[in-house]
Nanobody, 115 residues
Framework: QVQLVESGGGLVQPGGSLRLSCVGS????????MHWYRQAPGKQRELVAG???????NYADSVKGRFTIERDNPKTKMTLEMKNLKYEDTAVYYC?????????WGQGTQVTVSS
């Protein structure tokens, strides 16, 4: 049963912008912490940004000031606004929901930054 679905990836030039979206079930958005992770070729999956159900956010140092994570619990949607994209932002981006003893992953969406 699919719980999280991402969209919005694509090809963008350095300095450009993209907006990723993740939709899920009301149960998840009511009480789970939500995150965006990414995995570049040959590298481990890393946390990009997180947001609690109440709206508190945290970001990886590499994306602070460029990426913005938001969630709309009634609409069961989370977004990642990415600006001033760099080559090193190229990766598969995953939506993640977690709480103690339970987690869900989306299927991933490719973001490629290239000139």
């Amino acid at each position: 049963q699919v719980q999280l679905v991402e969209s919005g990836g694509g090809l963008v030039q350095p300095g450009g912008s993209l907006r990723l979206s993740c939709v899920g079930s009301p149960t998840i958005f009511r009480s789970y912490e939500m995150h965006w992770y990414r995995q570049a070729p040959g590298k481990q999956r890393e946390l990009v940004a997180g947001i609690l159900s109440g709206g508190t956010t945290n970001y990886a140092d590499s994306v602070k000031g460029r990426f913005t994570i938001e969630r709309d619990n009634p609409k069961t949607k989370m977004t990642l606004e990415m600006k001033n994209l760099k080559y090193e932002d190229t990766a598969v981006y995953y939506c993640h929901a977690g709480r103690e003893g339970d987690e869900y992953w989306g299927q991933g969406t490719q973001v490629t930054v290239s000139s």
